[in-house]
């Protein structure tokens, strides 16, 4: 089965000194597998000095937009941002696998609610896609955007942002944090952490308001807005989170020298695109992805972080651990799903299913 479609470089824009908007377009035959819904993204890969890259991109466009977009922010020495910034150019062609993720609540026609959504940075791409499908999707509901960026001159879409605003009068409010720059309020300038929340939720934002809430940015800052929600009675059901970043990250070459251990083995078998297959994989160490890529079988990655959920699969028989989970919800959990990358085997036998979605 095609996992990843190729996708043509229509248009790439300057969004920031560091950062671009890159519009896509898949061939027609594609175009029903590229339909995403609100805050999802895309994964690409691509070869850079001989490693094999796969990174993901959320897609800023609503769903009404009939445009496929991303916002790229380069990261110091990043090898896929800096190359997309760069070197990419309208009339390539990209490879990516078609959009995944739930970062969305279902869309609610006629609610009445408000939304409180926090970004950081190019934590933004998501939210916009977000903002601008349930501002027309949802025409009685209301979004309140609390947006943290270094300086003035970093902010990506902000134009963009402001039309939205102007457009749907009275139905979004955009607050701008600013961590460099001094602004009229003091409150406005500096970090959004613990502190900071605390002040906006005395006199800007009313908390008990919000119905549901959407977080993406850099982890402490994740981890403070949600503590702040949850401290105001928005328990996690009424959060939603997206990571791009942890510390971990695993190499692939490194993961696949590991499966060649002479220890104890354990039983995998793994159902994809249809097949089943029966492996033996080590007790530990090994991940139940790298065991699937180390013996060929062509097992969806990106992260391998345990942030995006590109590796999800569930579990139909057997006792495993997750090592890390920033990407799946409880409900997924309580079902089985697992993050193939961060799950390891505890017992002799363990089944996996990635067709099950
Ligand atoms: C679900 C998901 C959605 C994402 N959406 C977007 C998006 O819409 N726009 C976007 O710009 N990025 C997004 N990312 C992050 C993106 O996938 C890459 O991780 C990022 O562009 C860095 O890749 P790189 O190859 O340039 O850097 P790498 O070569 O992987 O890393 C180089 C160095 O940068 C550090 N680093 C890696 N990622 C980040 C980061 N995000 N911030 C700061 N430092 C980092 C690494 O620790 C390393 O030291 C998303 C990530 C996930 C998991």
Redesign the pocket.
């Known amino acids: 089965m095609a996992r990843f479609f190729p996708l043509t470089v229509t248009e790439i824009r300057p969004e920031t000194r560091d950062?671009v908007a890159i519009t896509l377009t898949p061939a027609e035959a594609d175009r029903e597998a590229f339909r995403y819904v609100q805050g999802q993204?895309l994964?690409f890969r691509k070869e850079?000095d001989g490693e094999e890259?796969r990174?993901?991109?959320?897609?800023?466009t609503g769903v009404d937009d009939n445009t496929l977009r991303?916002?790229?922010?380069?990261?110091?020495?990043?090898?896929?941002?800096?190359?997309?910034n760069t070197e990419l150019k309208p009339g390539d062609v990209v490879e990516a696998m078609p959009p995944a993720?739930e970062?969305n609540a279902p869309i609610e026609p006629e609610s009445d609610r408000n939304y409180l959504m926090f970004a950081g940075?190019?934590?933004i791409?998501?939210v916009l896609g977000l903002i601008r499908t349930l501002l027309l999707r949802e025409p009685r509901s209301r979004i309140t955007l609390v947006y943290a960026n270094r300086s003035v001159n970093t902010i990506m879409f902000r134009e963009e942002l402001e039309d939205l605003k102007n457009i749907h009068l009275g139905r979004l409010a955009i607050l701008h944090v600013l961590e460099n720059d001094t602004q009229d309020l003091d409150l406005f300038t500096g970090r959004v952490d613990g502190a900071k929340i605390k002040r906006l939720f005395n006199g800007w934002i009313d908390p008990q308001s919000v119905d549901m809430a959407f977080i993406c940015g850099?982890e402490p800052m994740m981890l403070a807005i949600a503590e702040a929600l949850r401290e105001n009675g928005i328990d996690n059901s009424r959060i939603k989170f997206?990571?791009?970043?942890t510390?971990l990250?695993r190499n692939g070459k490194a993961a696949a020298s590991v499966v060649e251990d002479d220890g104890p083995k354990v039983e995998l078998t793994i159902t994809l695109d249809g097949t089943t297959r029966s492996l033996q994989m080590p007790r530990k160490g090994v991940s139940v992805l790298e065991a699937a890529l180390a013996s060929d079988m062509d097992a969806p990655w990106?992260?391998r972080?345990g942030?995006?959920?590109t590796c999800r699969a569930k579990v139909l028989e057997g006792e495993f651990e997750l090592e890390a989970n920033y990407?799946l919800e409880d409900y997924e959990i309580e079902q089985g799903y697992v993050l193939t990358c961060q799950c390891h085997p505890l017992g002799d036998k363990l089944v996996v299913d990635y067709d099950q979605h």
């Open positions: 950062a993204y994964t850079i890259l990174r993901s991109y959320s897609i800023c991303i916002g790229v922010k380069r990261v110091q020495g990043g090898a896929f941002s800096n190359w997309a993720g970062f940075g190019s934590g791409t998501p850099p997206e990571l791009f970043k510390a990250r990106s992260c972080a942030v995006c959920s990407a």
